[in-house]
């Protein structure tokens, strides 16, 4: 089984520069989520009224989102 930076083993400068935006977006989509939930513990609405919140919230930690 491999670990760490595994994918360092095929020398490929564009493929280390995409796996370091993939962390990166990893990281603000975490944080994202995590500010989502906090909202939702902490208001009185139903859940389901934060739905079009948390898409947006997606949205936003996306660079280039998919257009819909």
């Known amino acids: 089984m491999l670990h760490g ?3 360092e083993i ?3 400068p564009e493929l280390n520069a995409l796996e370091d ?3 990166i977006n990893n990281q603000n989509i975490k944080q994202s989520f995590e500010n989502f ?3 939702a513990r902490s208001s009185p609405r139903p859940a ?3 739905i079009p ?8 930690a996306v660079p ?3 257009q819909t």
Not at 53 to 60: A, G, H, I, P
């Open 5 to 7: 930076k595994w994918w």
């Open 10 to 12: 095929y020398s490929d």
């Open 21 to 23: 935006q993939l962390n």
């Open 37 to 39: 939930m906090k909202l």
């Open 48 to 50: 389901r009224n934060f």
């Open 53 to 60: 919140l948390c898409r947006l919230l997606l949205l936003s």
């Open 64 to 66: 280039n989102p998919p």
